[in-house]
């Protein structure tokens, strides 16, 4: 069974950092690719940073390019999402997926299955 769990989120000032955490289980981070999205009230679920399957390349949407930035550790299982110079337009619930490594590039969002719970990011002064 394929799961994630992401975590991290939590209340910062404009400018600060924030780290998320996507603990997978049930499939090889070598193999699948994962996302991070975000959803703000009242706003389309949007995708934030992705890389894909099988040592495919990383992707950024545009809004977060120079701030955030997507890793994980194998060995742990995890993937992590580095948010820094936050801004309150970052405010949103932040979740993990997963990506069925039939897909190359990890920019089609519509191909997600799996999901973490979400996790609450507010970017407040």
């Known amino acids: 069974q394929l799961q994630l769990v992401d975590s991290g989120g939590g209340l910062v000032q404009p400018g600060g950092s924030l780290r998320l955490s996507c603990a997978v289980s049930?499939?090889?981070?070598?193999?699948?690719?994962i996302g991070w999205f975000r959803q703000a009230p009242g706003k389309e679920r949007e995708g934030v940073s992705c890389?894909?399957?099988?040592?495919?390349?990383?992707i950024y949407a545009d809004s977060v390019k120079g701030r955030f930035t997507i890793s994980k550790d194998t060995a742990q299982a995890t993937v992590y999402l580095q948010m820094n110079d936050l801004k309150p337009e970052d405010t949103a619930i932040y979740y993990c997926a997963s990506l069925d490594p039939l897909y190359g590039k990890c920019d089609q969002w519509r191909e997600y299955d799996y999901w973490g719970r979400g996790t609450q990011v507010t970017v407040s002064s």
């Open positions: 049930g499939f090889d981070l070598n193999v699948y690719g």
């Open positions: 890389f894909g399957g099988r040592g495919g390349g990383t």
